[in-house]
């Protein structure tokens, strides 16, 4: 059944569908009580009557209701009726990981381990409160436009007190990410989402998936039974440091994996400090080539004592030669010289015996070393250097007032407190982040950063009783709150004056919260439903069916389909007016807002009154306002605008072809905001700048343009063309998909070589 257009239980109105999955259908929809927009799953008809998958969807939010991370999607309210079953999520507005990593061929070890963190924390969190994901996979976790990772669906997640198998004995989950035991229908628990974790950091950075075929039995196998591809042997560029860490991640027999998600993120913040580092994870301590080892003994210390065994023969070293090595002369056998009893220094050994005499003084050396050494390490044990290290406790989504501060299990360490940052994401007073991440190991001095949301200020409730209400509207509002109107049949007070608020006059309340203001009034009123998204027709039948009318007061950029309802003008939602009131709207017109950026830097000082020639590209297309002019050399500040929409744009300004400035601009703000600005030291023309001699041409196949360009002129090679070709994949859109000429690993190539880069526009059929 399709609820779009439907009210469940007289509050979320559903607006359309936005994820289907096996057992349930994903909604947005407007919460008309709380003033949100929220996702509605709602298990699918077909399966009401299934005992299984009811269990499994009350599993769901039964685990999620225990969770409270930012890096996992809020359960807000759940419903088990018989004829329908939902449960109410946070809204989350972005995409899946797996049309990212379909969008990028595969991602960067850089912006990997940034993902990659934020689902291992969400995991221990999990972890922490007993619930086991069993079903990691790109497919669910959302990745917002600021970066923000949200691990959603638990529909097969284990409560640690209830099952300890999964359903029937059998596989659950997306077989290319499940874990072997998960395949053999054994007992699953927190190392099965590490292992799935694995296969979802070697896709990230290959592209690829560790064991495909044509059926999902034959993949299942290959959990069981075979060994991934190298990552490295895929793309050479993964580190190694992070190759092992997947491999560890991805053994078949879970003993040898990460065995928590902590343990795992120790390793990732190890790399990340070192990324030279090679991690030796087997048994024994054979040298890793190349970087700073890690050796891990995957056995349990076992203590025994041996039988006494007799001591084997004291192998004794020859006696040194009476001689120095340049005073002696071979006996006529070639036998070994044999020491001499001395009784007085001749002159043949003086060298030998002032030799001796150093040895006094080696001695002395090597005993004030060893009282100098005795000191050393006395200061140390009484500064804590030699201190045992402590285990860094789990801090993130612990309330820090109420069960960190001034709690006597977290007196022996050093915590600050950060609460620099404002944030609605959060929940307020909860730790959000800490520094050092959780599990590390440190000493008892070492200071331990929580991060919590900035505290809110409070504000007081301005007097508006009596007022009449379009007043206390701009009254409210300039006291920086919000405001709802409500409607109250009152004879007693003269119609459209206020009544009372709530919160109370004089009340005090953090600011940006909703005050009611109740209205009297004579007329039979009617509260204004949630008509932002909808197209004005279906707006205008929304209203029309409790009583009001709309008008189109205004027209407004919006990255939204034309004539959708943007805004309300003179009213909020969920106000009360009385019936008849004319509600006026604006409309998208279905341009992106525009913005514009200022650009100032200075320009090179060649010092001998050279000129350059501009030219200034916005995603990789040249702006013809500020391009192709001629500019003196001086070092003077030279300042241009561009104006463009929608989206954060790359900007690069090159000079006689020589790149000198770059910056990435945000034109959905106004005015524009500017950030990552770089700059670059000017090398004279493209000719000039190209280094002699020749080099290896990197693969930038998969690359968007613009990490293309910047990986070959990073590599020497300065002459790069871009070829378009035009395709009808969205998800090919700005990929380099040739490079001519090829990559070739044994190859060497002039740097003076003109490389031509073929690149996916996307272009509509329509």
């Not at 939602?573 to 950026?597: C, D, F, L, M």
Request: hydrophobic residues 35%; charged residues 25%; aromatic residues 8%.
């Amino acid at each position: 059944m399709n609820y779009v257009g439907k009210r469940l239980d007289g509050r979320y109105i559903i607006k359309e569908i936005i994820g289907v999955g096996g057992m349930a259908v994903v909604y947005k929809a407007y919460d008309s009580q709380d003033d949100r927009v929220v996702a509605v799953k709602i298990l699918k008809d077909e399966y009401l009557t299934n005992e299984d998958f009811r269990r499994r969807f009350k599993n769901e939010s039964k685990a999620i209701a225990v969770l409270s991370h930012p890096n996992i999607v809020k359960v807000y309210d759940v419903s088990y009726g018989d004829r329908l079953q939902y449960i109410v999520m946070e809204y989350v507005e972005g995409i899946t990981l797996k049309e990212y990593i379909s969008q990028q061929g595969s991602i960067g070890w850089k912006e990997t381990l940034y993902f990659i963190t934020q689902i291992l924390r969400a995991l221990q969190h999990a972890h922490d409160k007993g619930i086991v994901h069993r079903d990691i996979k790109p497919q669910n976790i959302m990745l917002l436009e600021n970066g923000t990772i949200k691990v959603t669906d638990f529909g097969i997640a284990r409560l640690s007190n209830s099952e300890t198998r999964t359903m029937s004995g059998s596989a659950v989950g997306s077989v290319h990410y499940i874990s072997p035991e998960q395949a053999r229908g054994d007992i699953t628990d927190n190392k099965s989402d590490i292992y799935s974790v694995g296969v979802v950091l070697y896709e990230m950075l290959t592209g690829k998936l560790p064991f495909e075929s044509d059926t999902t039995v034959a993949v299942a196998l290959m959990q069981l039974q075979n060994d991934a591809v190298s990552p490295r042997e895929i793309n050479p560029s993964i580190p190694v440091g992070i190759e092992q860490i997947i491999m560890r991640a991805m053994q078949k027999n879970a003993r040898q994996r990460y065995q928590s998600a902590s343990e795992m993120l120790s390793d990732i913040d190890a790399f990340k400090r070192n990324p030279s580092i090679r991690f030796n994870y087997s048994t024994t301590s054979a040298p890793v080539a190349g970087g700073t080892e890690y050796f891990v003994d995957d056995q349990p210390t076992k203590y025994a004592t041996a039988p006494r065994q007799p001591a084997p023969p004291v192998q004794r070293r020859p006696a040194p030669p009476s001689q120095p090595p340049q005073q002696r002369r071979p006996a006529p056998q070639q036998q070994r010289p044999q020491p001499q009893p001395r009784k007085r220094i001749e002159e043949d050994d003086y060298e030998e015996e002032e030799t001796n005499h150093t040895l006094p003084v080696i001695g002395g050396i090597i005993g004030g070393l060893l009282v100098l050494a005795a000191i050393i390490i006395g200061a140390c044990l009484m500064t804590g250097v030699f201190a045992q290290k402590v285990t860094v406790p789990n801090f993130i989504g612990m309330n820090y007032a109420l069960e960190i501060l001034d709690n006597p299990e977290y007196a022996d360490f050093v915590i600050e407190l950060n609460d620099s940052v404002e944030s609605d994401t959060y929940e307020e007073g909860v730790v959000y982040d800490q520094s050092p991440s959780p599990r590390v190991k440190i000493r008892p001095d070492e200071k331990i950063t929580v991060f919590v949301p900035k505290m809110r200020t409070d504000l007081q409730v301005p007097d508006v009783y009596g007022v009449d209400f379009a007043e206390a509207i701009t009254i409210i509002e300039s006291a920086d709150f919000k405001y709802t109107l409500k409607y109250e049949d009152n004879s007693e007070i003269e119609s459209e004056k206020v009544i009372r608020t709530t919160p109370e006059r004089f009340a005090t309340a953090p600011a940006g919260t909703t005050v009611i203001i109740y209205i009297s009034s004579e007329n039979d009123t009617a509260e204004i439903p949630g008509i932002v998204g909808w197209d004005t027709d279906t707006a205008r039948e929304l209203l029309a069916s409790v009583g009001l009318e709309m008008q189109i007061a205004e027209e407004v950029n919006s990255t939204e389909e034309e004539g959708t309802v943007v805004k309300l003008i003179n009213y909020n939602e969920k106000t009360e007016v009385p019936k008849g009131t004319i509600i006026q709207v604006a409309v998208s017109n279905g341009k992106a807002p525009e913005s514009t950026a200022e650009i100032s830097f200075r320009l090179p000082d060649t010092g001998e009154s050279e000129t350059g020639v501009i030219k200034v590209f916005l995603a990789n297309e040249l702006v013809d306002s500020c391009s192709n002019k001629t500019l003196l050399l001086n070092g003077a500040t030279h300042t241009f605008e561009v104006t463009s929409s929608d989206e954060e744009k790359k900007l690069v300004v090159r000079i006689n072809d020589c790149t000198v400035y770059e910056c990435r601009i945000d034109f959905t703000q106004d005015p524009a905001v500017i950030s990552d600005e770089q700059i670059y030291e000017y090398s004279g023309s493209s000719s000039s700048s190209t280094p002699s001699g020749k080099g290896s041409l990197p693969n930038v196949e998969g690359l968007t343009y613009d990490e293309a360009y910047d990986r070959l002129v990073s590599a020497g090679f300065t002459k790069v063309t871009k070829n378009d070709v035009f395709t009808d994949n969205p998800l090919l859109d700005g990929l380099v998909f040739q490079q001519t000429p090829p990559y070739k690993a044994l190859t060497r190539y002039p740097y003076s070589t003109s490389v031509v880069l073929s690149v996916y526009i996307y272009q509509s059929e329509e």
